[in-house]
């Protein structure tokens, strides 16, 4: 079966997820993530790209990524996947693939749920029993907008710098975002969409993405396509 086409728009936010082969981990060592996230750094100057948010988890890793260019988010995935490859497999002796297949990928709708996917983001340890406190989490870009810790990676959204000229009261604002309950009827949308290579967002966004890319947005269920026995009738 043919891959799924990409949607990709220049100068939108996308969540990007890869995941671990078989689940399996990703990071071994401290080394590891300092070296993924010297490499990330590296393939952002080569495909520009902003890359508002991320958090490195054991067998996967976030993205919240806005791309220069369209074709900059495979360009700087596929640099960097290969080159950690490469160190993870002459630092522990390995062959074969890392990661589980394709990363996955999803455009957002900026207006309704920047703010949401940043706490999907960046609540991930939290969420999965990691630390007590996120703020606790050293691999992700929590601290960068809520204490103003420089990774050299992270970048500021507008959303962010217009919270307060001053940059103590935007870091209390954005840690405020943070003190809710796990639990969001978004990270839902957000968790499927992005599984499924969908649009985060609404009817409005989606029309907007379909006028942009020039073609109709089919959000099919899992599984396999139905085709009914009429070769007139559309395939789902």
Known sequence: MARKPRIFVADLPYHVVQRGNNKN???????????????LREAKIKYPCLIYSYCLMPNHFHLLIQPKEKDNISLLLKLLGSKYVRYVNKVYGRSGTLWEGRFKC???DAEEYFLTCLRYIEMNPLRAGLVNKIENY?????????FGENDYLT??????SELSSRSFQRQLIYR?????G????????IR????RGA???????????????????????????YKKLNNSDPVF
Not at 182 to 189: A, T, V
């Open 192 to 195: 499927e969409m992005t599984g």
């Open 155 to 160: 970048d500021f959204d507008v959303w962010y």
């Open 182 to 189: 796990l639990n969001n009827s978004g990270f839902d949308l």
């Open 199 to 225: 649009v985060i967002g609404g009817e409005t966004f989606k029309v907007k993405i379909e006028q942009l890319i020039n073609q109709k947005i089919i959000i099919r269920k899992p599984g396999r396509p």
């Open 25 to 39: 981990p990703i990071f071994f060592s401290e080394k590891d993530y300092l070296f993924f996230l010297t490499a």
């Open 138 to 146: 050293p691999w992700s870009s929590y601290k960068c907008r809520a």
């Open 176 to 180: 405020c975002q943070f003190q809710g």
């Open 106 to 108: 999803s455009v957002i």
